[in-house]
């Protein structure tokens, strides 16, 4: 929600007189409201009100549970209490928070109410409408998916006492689920084993959509689940299979490809295979070639097979023969086909023609969308589809999505506009080549042509034709334009950018939805000027939604063209703007943008993104100027902004001195005194991103740095960043004491009380006065909200006295994991050389119990080895310490390291850790050997990825043991999986 408000708070007043008025209430306004403590019972109210036919609702399509954030009691009251008969909810919406235990149980027993059809859940009639479980995104573990699924086959009257639900197994009884979406989540075999069975019991009789993008289903995985579409006693209604990103590899898709063989789906209309490195054996005659070949899928209008590495065999090398089986098939109804990502390029002159033969031949005569965008496709091979294309070979061809093209390249696809065979043609992206289009439109070839980039002055003449096509009212008004303004030596076509300005406002303003603009090297600033006061002589635009502005730091002129861009978006005139991207060097472009946002004020529901980027030394008057833009409260919706770039600085150099550098911080939490001031100059700022190579952070002669006086204005501010959720820093140059004492303050202050990522990506110079401000810092209750803690220690030196701080600062950290204000902690990364001893006191943190959130833990630069630091290491990293830990990074130094660990987690159960590496290691055959015991004897069960990488060196003997002991996740060497 855009409101400054909590959702809750904004709305019960309004919802409660909808209920005295006996007006209508959305289903967004009960979904924000009972998932907070705040509005729970106003929801609950207007729920009761609801059935009892008091107060309508205008719609309730779905009801959204991802934030919901109260206890399981209340969730199950809530769904107890939906209305009788509400035949319109058809869609719920899980969250993270209701996917984990005790509420599994809960949504487990309302979806067993559905297996009658209209089941009872716990004494009111449920929503029998209810056709989509949308659960993407949820963290959802695959022991919980199982459990979900399962409940639709199994009966749980006799554990809950609930009345039994008859007729869970005739078709005529099934409820009919139509759409099962679980993308983005954890599951793996016990879920595609559950969904076997809810498939092969008749559970799932009439799908329509089945997502589970995005999962590490593996090989196995999906080889399970094409069972299930196998096992079902008929032919299913599937229009959706959704499986990209979940590792299914060749095999998998093989085992896909029989299911589909057999007919099990012969309305499938979209398959998405993405991001399963399939190669070229994954599309070939025994696989989806196959499928196709069989004329099971006639109906299939999407095929997405993007980065996939198709052109490559599982040896790799260059492999051909899967995409000339695939595409000597024919595509009867497929309307949108993805090739992204996928290396065509070959070694021969044309390895990849059959596309172009099977568009010629006619085989994709349907086809509307096409994406060979980062392919790579050889200059003969992409001619012969833009001649097939003239040809006719897709006359209703809508959008084509390419890489680069050269001239002859170009002159191909211009011959193809010309033919009149893509006057469809909507959208037209690649680099280079867009002249072609641009004459294109002028000549009238391709009418509905929704997108356009311009690049000046090269096609300033061009611009001029297309011009009198606006005012003629011949094109479809634009929805997407990009223009790019380069080096220009005259100031001759202000004038017809003035008037190309004017007529995209007047025919754009009721339907261009996004604008960008470039300002490259030497670009004319009065071309600028005139472009945008053409735009803002016409009415308000009411359809723009997205402004991005990239400025170049040798932008030439003198300024007004930058002013007047930034008046026009202050102005008002662009009411529907929601998004603002300004991508701009901090010159004095710069400075004249910002002096033209301050004419006017840009409305807080403008979600703004500055990325500001340095080539020079010393530009402080344009930083004080973009403070006192924030300082005035003109850049309101401010989300995200980062400081990088690149600087050729001498010793002790920045792009930004102490002075600017400390007015720009008090500007981040400046706040007005008086009555009726705001409450804080940038409400909704998330993120921060500052480059320590461009904002020195490290002492030098004096011991205060540019990036401490940032830190230090921020500290002295009245007010505070409090939407703030990550704050990042990174680059070459060391961290040094003043700036992690000034970070620290802030943090201590409680001026990022929502900070839930610290990333110190940068070499920590930790000496002992800023470690224990950071750690301090560390220890108060501001730091609850923290999820992630990423930190980079620099090297120690060999003398005794730097080993024992070492081992000191260690131990203060130690402490602050120890006390619980981090108990929250999901992620926390270390990088730096420790010694032994250090890491032992490290671990009294880590062992103390407190981080049983922690998910992700990563110390990749310490090897382990039989020294006490590995023993500590051991100690800590059991189910007992770490119950949540899925993901750990660790680098063994020898195979008595390596064998200390698997012995330990013997002994001891281990976390359940799904993801482990090793990347760096060096241990040998016994090492590896013991890890593939871990395997044998189940001790780590929930493992599906296991790394190695070049480093690491054991005998293919052993590696083809691992290779069997992880199956489906083993990754070394020269692997390419992701």
């Not at 139509?178 to 879920?191: D, I, K, P, T, Y």
Request: hydrophobic share 40%; glycine share 12%.
């Amino acid at each position: 929600m855009e409101s400054s408000v909590d959702p809750p708070e904004g709305y019960c007043v309004p919802a409660l007189s909808a209920i005295l008025s006996h007006t209508g209430v959305s289903a967004e306004v009960v979904s924000d409201l009972v998932s907070d403590k705040a509005g729970f019972g106003t929801g609950w109210l207007i729920l009761q009100f609801i059935r009892q036919k008091h107060v309508g609702l205008s719609t309730f399509l779905s009801l959204d549970l991802k934030d919901f954030s109260l206890g399981a009691g209340k969730l199950r009251l809530l769904l107890s209490c939906l209305p009788e008969g509400l035949v319109s909810l058809e869609t719920l919406k899980g969250g993270a928070h209701v996917c984990t235990e005790p509420f599994l149980f809960v949504l487990q027993t309302f979806l067993q109410s559905f297996r009658g059809g209209t089941g009872r859940l716990m004494g009111t009639v449920s929503v029998a409408s209810l056709k989509n479980l949308n659960l993407s995104k949820c963290d959802l573990s695959d022991s919980g998916g199982a459990s979900l699924l399962h409940s639709l086959t199994s009966d749980l009257a006799g554990e809950s006492g609930l009345e039994r639900v008859e007729g869970g197994r005739d078709p005529g009884c099934v409820h009919a689920w139509m759409g099962w979406l679980c993308a983005e989540n954890r599951l793996r075999s016990l879920s595609m084993e559950a969904l076997r069975s809810a498939f092969s019991e008749g559970a799932l009789s009439r799908p329509l959509r089945l997502d589970v993008s995005n999962n590490p289903l593996g090989p196995s995985g999906v080889a399970t689940l094409a069972r299930g579409l196998s096992a079902a006693g008929k032919a299913l209604p599937l229009q959706t299979l959704k499986l990209s990103k979940t590792t299914a590899r060749a095999e998998g898709v093989k085992a896909l490809s029989a299911s589909l063989k057999e007919g099990r789906a012969p309305s499938l209309q979209v398959l998405d295979l993405g991001g399963n490195n399939i190669k070229a054996e994954g599309v070939g005659d025994v696989a989806l070639a196959g499928a196709l070949g069989t004329g099971t899928l006639s109906f299939l209008k999407v095929l997405i097979l993007e980065k996939n590495s198709l052109a490559v065999s599982r040896h790799g090398r260059w492999d051909f023969s899967g995409a000339t089986a695939l595409f000597a098939n024919q595509f009867p109804s497929l309307q949108e086909l993805d090739l992204g990502g996928n290396d065509f390029q070959g070694i021969t002159h044309h390895p990849f023609s059959i596309l172009g033969e099977a568009v010629r031949a006619g085989r994709l005569l349907a086809l509307q969308r096409l994406n060979l965008s980062d392919t790579h496709i050889r200059r003969a091979d992409m001619v012969a589809v833009f001649n097939a294309l003239a040809a006719g070979g897709a006359p209703s061809l809508q959008a084509l999505h390419l890489g680069s093209m050269d001239r002859s390249e170009a002159e191909a696809l211009a011959a193809a506009f010309e033919s009149n065979h893509l006057s469809e043609m909507r959208d037209v992206r690649c680099w280079g080549g867009m002249g072609v289009v641009m004459r294109a439109i002028a000549n009238e070839k391709v009418p509905f042509l929704r997108n356009l980039q311009i690049i000046l002055p090269a096609a300033d003449e061009m611009t001029g034709r297309i011009t009198e096509r606006f005012r003629k009212g011949g094109v479809v008004p634009l929805e997407d334009l990009e223009l790019v303004f380069e080096k220009n030596e005259d100031n001759s076509s202000a004038e017809r950018m003035r008037d190309f300005g004017r007529a995209v406002g007047e025919a754009g303003v009721s339907s261009l939805q996004k604008l960008k603009l470039s300002l490259g090297e030497g670009g004319g600033d009065e071309q600028v000027e005139a472009l945008v006061e053409g735009l803002g002589s016409g009415g308000e635009f009411v359809s723009l939604t997205d402004v991005s502005v990239d400025i170049d730091g040798s932008f030439g002129g003198g300024g007004r063209g930058c002013r007047a861009l930034g008046e026009f978006l202050s102005s008002g005139k662009i009411s529907s703007l929601r998004r603002l991207e300004l991508d701009i060097s901090l010159g004095d472009s710069f400075r004249h943008l910002a002096e033209g946002l301050g004419v006017g004020s840009l409305a807080p529901q403008v979600a703004v993104t500055s990325s500001v980027y340095c080539n020079r030394a010393a530009q402080d008057d344009n930083v004080r100027a973009f403070a006192a833009l924030l300082r005035a409260g003109k850049l309101p919706g401010l989300r995200k902004m980062s400081v990088g770039g690149y600087v050729n600085l001498i010793r002790g150099g920045s792009a930004i001195e102490d002075e600017a550098a400390r007015e720009l911080g008090e500007a981040f939490t400046h706040q007005e005194r008086g009555v009726g001031a705001c409450a804080v100059c940038l409400p909704k700022l998330e993120e921060l991103e500052f480059d320590v190579d461009v904002i020195r952070a490290e002492e030098e002669e004096e011991t205060v740095t540019p990036m401490a006086s940032l830190f230090r204005g921020v500290a002295a501010g009245r007010g505070g960043l409090p939407s703030l959720h990550t704050l990042r820093f990174c680059g070459s140059r060391l961290m040094g004491e003043s700036t992690i004492c000034a970070l620290s303050e802030c943090i201590r202050k409680g001026k990022f009380p929502q900070l839930r990522n610290l990333d110190l990506s940068v070499v920590l110079r930790l000496t002992q006065k800023g470690m224990h401000a950071l750690t301090v810092a560390l220890c108060t209750p501001h730091v609850k909200s923290l999820r992630s803690l990423i930190l980079d220690k620099s090297g120690t030196g060999s003398n005794p006295a730097a080993r024992t701080a070492e081992t000191v600062l260690m131990g203060q950290l130690a402490v602050a994991f120890s006390l619980g204000h981090l108990r929250g902690l999901e992620e926390f990364s270390f990088e730096g050389h420790l010694l032994p001893e250090s890491l032992s006191a490290l671990c009294v943190g880590l062992e103390s119990g407190e981080l049983r959130c922690l998910r992700s833990l990563k110390i990749p630069t310490v090897p382990l080895g039989e020294d006490e630091g590995t023993s500590a290491l051991c100690k800590a990293l059991t189910a007992e310490k770490m119950p949540a830990l899925r993901y750990l990074k660790l680098r063994c130094g020898c195979d008595k390291g390596l064998k200390k660990l698997v012995k330990a987690w013997e002994d001891a159960e281990p976390p359940p850790v799904e993801r482990l590496d090793l990347s760096g290691s060096s241990f040998g055959d016994q090492g590896a050997v013991a890890l593939a015991s871990l395997a044998e004897i189940g001790r780590l069960p929930l493992l599906w990825d296991v790394r190695l990488d070049h480093s690491w060196s054991v005998e293919s003997s052993v590696k083809a043991l691992l290779r069997a002991a992880f199956p489906n996740s083993f990754t070394y060497r020269d692997d390419s999986d992701s």
